[in-house]
């Protein structure tokens, strides 16, 4: 009976509760999730149980460009390639990737993916091509208004627009990735704007944003209700109490019942540190054949299909194709 108390609590408050949804616009920021978390790097890794190895090839050339090239080239030049990359990520030259080195150039790689995802986001959005993004080239092309009346209405009075609680979010951390405070964003700073999840100064205003919209009683903490928000609406009992465990195992570390600024940052913030360990064991996984905790450069070529891939990667998805197209092929 008080279980099914406690569910009808939950879903009451869930259902009365503030949406808390982010929209997605023309030029959003990574991908959130439902609660408003910032989606992990890796969550295209594994989608409804198949791998993906195009973020096993990311994670090691730390580039997306690079690695739909790599995909294209024989199995032999993707090994010369691999070869030459190997040597600069054994930092202490024994012949040999240790798990630390492999994690080191991985999050090396994340660094890399952030600034050239963001390098195309200023490309679209720098209107007048002089490498910079000042806000109103962002709010134009972000929220599609050209009218320059319109933009300059929506400007000065944000709230005059639908969304009007993104764009105050947007500005804030526009402002706060402007570090020379000339009005405009360089390419280094984008990076900061467009990814304000992986930049440490930036983590204030993400934690002070996520108090704004879940804090309903002004106490500096996100209780399990406030946590939960109306994402509950549709979600029968087995899910709310999957939530609860997750809320009090998982984020609540200190046991109190409440989420403070660090337990609020790591729930909010994915670790790619986290997620370069559990891509170094899926690699080691896939390529430590002798199992000495060690790959060696000659197991790492053996398996240069999954760290960069080559036309071999693609042969079986050939084999899917009509046999027209694999003739062709």
């Known amino acids: ?21 982010r929209h997605v616009h023309k030029h959003g920021f990574k991908e959130r999730e439902e609660d408003g978390a910032f989606s992990p790097r890796d969550h295209t890794h594994y989608e409804g149980g198949e791998h993906h190895p195009e973020f096993d090839h990311e994670a090691i050339l730390g580039s997306t460009k690079e690695a739909e090239e790599f995909d294209q080239l024989p199995p032999e030049e993707a090994r010369k390639r691999l070869g030459n990359l190997l040597v600069k990520m054994d930092k202490n030259q024994d012949g040999t990737i240790s798990r630390p080195e492999l994690k080191q ?29 000042t806000w109103e ?45 000339d009005g405009k964003l360089n390419a ?7 990814h304000p999840e992986e930049v440490p100064h930036m983590l204030e205003v993400i934690l002070r944003q996520t108090l704004k919209d879940k804090d309903l009683d002004g106490d500096g903490f996100i209780n399990f ?46 670790s790619n540190e986290e997620i370069a360990e559990d891509e170094v064991d899926h690699l080691f996984a896939s390529s430590d054949d002798d199992h000495d905790d060690t790959l060696s450069f000659g197991e790492v070529l053996d398996h240069h299909d999954v760290f960069v891939g080559s036309e ?18």
């Open 188 to 194: 280094v700073e984008y990076v900061a704007f467009s």
């Open 105 to 133: 150039w991985i999050l090396r790689s994340f660094r890399s993916l952030s600034e050239e995802e963001a390098r195309e986001r200023l490309g679209d959005t720098d209107v007048d091509h002089d490498g910079f993004v």
């Open 1 to 21: 009976m008080e279980l099914l108390l406690f569910v009808c609590v939950i879903l009451s408050s869930a259902i009365c509760g503030p949406t808390t949804e």
């Open 225 to 270: 209700m406030e946590y939960l928000g109306n994402k509950a609406k549709d979600k029968d009992r087995a899910w709310l109490l999957n939530e609860k465990e997750h809320f009090d195992l998982k984020l609540d570390s200190n046991k109190d019942g409440l989420l403070g600024p660090l337990e609020i940052l790591s729930w909010r913030v994915p």
């Open 137 to 181: 080239e962002y709010v134009s092309e972000a929220y599609g208004i050209d009218d320059s009346h319109e933009l300059d209405t929506f400007i000065k009075d944000p709230y005059s627009h639908e969304d009007q609680g993104l764009l105050n979010n947007d500005r804030e951390l526009f402002k706060t990735a402007d570090l020379d405070k």
């Open 312 to 329: 071999a990667t693609d042969y079986g998805e050939h084999l899917k194709k009509p046999s027209h197209l694999v003739d062709e092929l």
